[in-house]
């Protein structure tokens, strides 16, 4: 099973849709996007930056597609507990994951898989349950697919499809991709945004999603790929392929947006 996520193109926060630059990003992803083989459905958040970038694949691709409350932008609010630092904030409301550097390493807890969500900062606001309703989302998707995340924290597989690593000696390091074994191998796309997507990528990989909102970066348009290796007969671990991929800005001449990254992004 193969998850695709796409970040909305270059927003248009106010109106909630896309920039020019954000069309010609589009289009470009679009061209894209139409040669893809095997999608089974395609996924979108109910947010119009990201039902306009999806729109022309989807009639590139003569698809339609699922809208999921569930994957709109991670943008919840929670407010500061009394006793920070910086009197100034105290009591007042923040988007959970908009911190700065001194306030998110000032708690060790954030950086706890099963902790970060009930931290005095994140207690100030429902994000316990939206980020359940996160995780049981994306798990819900998978199950209608055989993928059944157990209590281990990976997915139980209904229907393994036998791949040679099961029986085959393996040299260290050497391992052929299964990926090998399954031609038509279903892929699903999801139009979403940074924080949706890196809530999702921390809940497969048994991580507080923290460390990804405050650490990593998606520009407008990049695809994000992650592949379910299934190593053993009937268990799957997803993993993340490509992060943040945007090789069709690059070799269409469109500047990569900086939209959500507080520094300049690399020009090619």
């Known amino acids: ?37 095997n999608i089974a459905k395609i996924y979108i958040s109910p947010m119009g930056r990201a039902q ?3 729109a022309p694949s989807l009639k590139a691709l003569g698809m339609d597609a699922v809208t999921c409350e569930w994957l709109q932008e991670f943008y919840y609010h929670t407010t500061y507990p009394l006793d920070v630092k910086d009197k100034t904030k105290a009591g007042k409301s923040t988007m959970c994951w908009d911190l700065m550097p001194e306030y998110f390493f000032s708690d060790k807890d954030f950086f706890n898989k099963d902790k ?8 100030g606001g429902d994000i316990a349950s939206k980020y359940k309703m996160v995780c049981d989302g994306i798990d819900g998707v998978l199950a209608e697919y055989g993928y ?8 139980d ?21 299964v990926k090998d074994d399954y031609p038509e191998e279903k892929t699903l796309v999801f139009f979403c945004h940074l924080g949706v997507m890196f809530t999702i990528i921390a809940h497969f990989s048994g991580m507080s999603p923290m460390q990804l909102w405050q650490g990593f ?7 994000t790929v992650v592949n ?15 992060l943040g991929d945007v090789n069709h800005l690059i070799n269409g001449g469109e500047p990569i947006s900086s939209s959500g990254y507080f520094a300049d992004v690399l020009s090619e």
């Open 217 to 223: 970066f998606v520009a407008p348009t990049s695809i």
């Open 148 to 155: 059944i995340r157990n209590e281990q924290g990976f997915y």
């Open 52 to 54: 306009a970038t999806a």
């Open 228 to 242: 379910s290796e299934e190593r053993l007969p009937g268990q799957a671990f997803f993993r993340v392929e490509r």
């Open 1 to 37: 099973m193969r998850l695709i996520f796409i970040r909305h193109g270059d927003p248009d926060y106010e109106h909630d849709t896309i920039t020019e630059k954000g069309k010609r990003e589009v289009e470009l992803l679009t061209k894209r996007v139409a040669k893809w083989k």
């Open 157 to 177: 597989v209904k229907e393994p499809v036998p791949n040679h690593n099961w029986s085959e000696p393996i040299d260290l390091y050497h391992l052929k991709s």
């Open 116 to 123: 970060w969500m009930r931290t005095d900062f994140m207690k």
